[in-house]
């Protein structure tokens, strides 16, 4: 009898462990990933989908070895171990982690992308462990009490209050560390967006000179029409304190390169050089890829 009832139990903290891990990365990763790709940014969920399944992974064996090994001392360790991981993928997953996935799915705009370390990486880790840490180490030390209740509750209502538990801790974590650095890459992606959406609806009337200064249309002037076109932006490049963002502009074939500073774009440029080199036209009012490198294009 002993045996079930602490597989049971062991279980139990599973599910604990992996709505825990499955809701941070929802709201560190996925809440940023859903307004990425409302922005028209090319692959939205390179950092959201690596991110679920390590967290809710390392979330699910977090809660069941702590029943499991049923000390106190060791589930708060472990939880611990959970936000030092937690913390690397807020810190890695924006910066190395998005370099690397992009050069993967896109392996002909590998070049272009150029991701530098960030300054004070020190004091984002600390923060980091502060704000997600803390989050962890609540829900270590009330796992056993948690999942001893849910036990011993007649219903789903001890189910429901475990995990909401589980939720409200670890989804206040993830929007805590998504104000790391997601924020940063977000807010000048969307103001970049903004101001070509507002090209595009407001292309060939006239628009009063304040508000075309405030939402930046000199910036996109040499654009012309290519503004009413879809595009798809690709972030390549940034300094080191996160002020100036480059920006890979794709408007169906056609490219541009833009500049933001602090949120507010400077500067759209046509890269006719690109343009040219990777796409031709098939005939069907569309662009497709090509490696110049082939036999095809000596």
């Not at 890459?185 to 060939?204: I, K, P």
Request: proline share 4%; hydrophobic share 55%; net charge positive.
């Amino acid at each position: 009898m002993a045996a079930p009832f602490a597989r049971k139990k062991q279980r139990i903290g599973f599910f604990y462990g992996l709505v825990a891990g499955a809701v941070l990365s929802m709201t560190a990763w996925g809440v940023d990933a859903v307004q990425l790709a409302s922005a028209h940014v090319a692959f939205p969920f390179t950092k959201f989908l690596p991110a679920l399944f390590i967290c809710a992974l390392a979330g699910s064996i977090v809660g069941w070895l702590s029943i499991r090994i049923g000390h106190w001392l060791a589930s708060i360790i472990l939880w611990i171990l959970l936000a030092v991981l937690a913390v690397w993928l807020v810190l890695w997953l924006p910066v190395n982690g998005s370099a690397q996935i992009l050069r993967w799915l896109n392996p002909n705009l590998a070049h272009w992308i150029e991701y530098p370390p960030i300054d004070g990486l020190g004091q984002f880790r600390v923060i980091g462990l502060i704000v997600i840490g803390i989050p962890c180490l609540l829900c270590g030390i009330m796992e056993n009490n948690l999942v001893d209740q849910t036990l011993s509750a007649q219903g789903v209502g001890g189910w429901i209050a475990m995990l909401l538990v589980a939720a409200l801790l670890l989804g206040a974590a993830g929007f805590a560390a998504d104000e790391l650095l997601n924020r940063h890459f977000r807010e000048s992606a969307q103001a970049l967006n903004q101001t070509l959406a507002f090209a595009a609806e407001n292309q060939g009337k006239v628009v009063e000179k304040t508000l075309a200064r405030r939402m930046r249309l000199s910036v996109v002037k040499q654009l012309g029409n290519l503004v009413t076109n879809p595009h798809e932006m690709i972030l390549i490049a940034y300094d080191s304190t996160l002020g100036q963002m480059d920006y890979l502009v794709d408007f169906r074939g056609t490219w541009a390169r833009c500049k933001v500073i602090y949120a507010q774009p400077t500067q759209c440029n046509l890269m006719e050089e690109l343009t040219q080199k990777y796409y031709i036209s098939d005939g069907k009012d569309r662009f497709v890829w090509i490696n110049l490198t082939s036999p095809l294009f000596p």
